[in-house]
């Protein structure tokens, strides 16, 4: 057949001459290149908890629940994060804003309860594509590891970014 | 042999035994570390700084393993095989030259167990005793895979001891002497005997690379092919044993290769030096240490650079060139001797 790149080589078994044969050669030029590596090349490891490899920008981690720009919860709980999660993983519970708590929700509406379950979460992002007040984003670290499977369910307390005054 | 001098031995015995042991145990780290070097990693750090603790993890990991015996296995020979091997190991560091004497007042202190006159022979028989230990644990065990390794074990070693041999037979043309410490002090300075027996001094380290069962002649306990090979059934520290002994046999054969062809304690300009005979002795014993080191490293270096032979391979490669070459090195020898005679 006709070779379309002109890359194609012909290789022919040739039986090994003499020098081939006696494998010393072959080994002396392997030992050298095993002690190039030994004696150039870094280490590619990372030591992973001291050192970390910087994650890419479109990088999805843990979920933050993001507060506006006077410190208030932008979530409003209209649940359609939980709608759009192919995981099932997001669940809420919704209270009515009281008067006095204007400087705490930013909506009329927020989510008393919310709760993510990390072993569910697939780290799809549409919980952040579905949300309408720009309130979840998964912007955080890898989710840690745990014993429990009832303490990978995260609420409110780790998912709420801190309080801007603070 | 007065009371002093037994305790003297007694004390060196010790301090040899625990030498070989700590040299052993750091060559396990030293693998690790080396092995992690060439393949451009950084191997174990965490324990302690630079991970110097590790063989102690290791250690103590091993201990508190459980101990299995397999049902079915003969349980006698099953523990017998470990400890023989070790014990193979441990023996023959017993007429290894470490230095020339020590003079401590009136007190000659010579840096060798037992000098006897057939000290390479006793060498031989020791290393070959070694693979007993192989082949009683493989056996024992009753398993398929044991047996094979234990089966590769006592081939290879038969084939390999004889090319040794032969090796070691034109050594002795030369040097006229079986006493190791006649052949150390033969070497004086730069008269190693590398340079008058090069052929014999690669089919040897070809042969103890085959002995010691490192790679690239591993077969025995070739895991793509065998499991564990020979330690398949053990767990715990008879299976540390094993491998211990592996690395005391690295110890041991490097420091007789240093001895047989490197010139042993000798170092070169020893004594243009104008240093007192008790500090070139010192200086004579760390560069016996600093060959044995460079010989456990070449070990390891080879062993992260050429794959394992395949089992014919090896078959071939002993009986087919190195016995051949051997025999060629003696005759060569021997007519090279008379011509100088």
Redesign the interface.
Known sequence: MESLSNRRKVLESKPLNFWERAYLPA?VK??G???K??LF?????I?YPEQKREFSENFRGMHSLKRDEHGRERCTACGLCALSCPAEAITMISAERKPGEENLYREEKYAAVYEINMLRCIFCGLCEEACPKEAIYLDGDIVPSDYLRKDFIYGKDKLVEAPLNQ | MGTTDIIVKFILIVIIFLISLVVAMYSTYAERKIAAFFQDRLGPSRAGPFGILQPVADGTKMFLKEEIIPANSSKFLFIVGPSLAIMTACIGSAVIPWGQTLVIGSYHLDLQVTDINVGVLYLFGVVSLGVYGVMIGGWASNNKYSLLGAIRAASQNISYEIAMGLSIIALLMTTGTLSLKEIAAQQHGWHWNVVYQPLGFLIFIICAFAETNRSPFDLPECETELVGGYHTEYSSMKLGFYLFAEYINMFISSAVMSTLYFGGYNFPFMHSLGLSDNWVTILGVVALFAKIFFFIFFFMWVRWTIPRFRYDQLMDLGWKTLIPLAIANIVITGIVLTLIK
């Open positions: 080994i392997g030992l290149i095993t002690m590596h030994f090349t870094k280490a590619v490891t030591s």
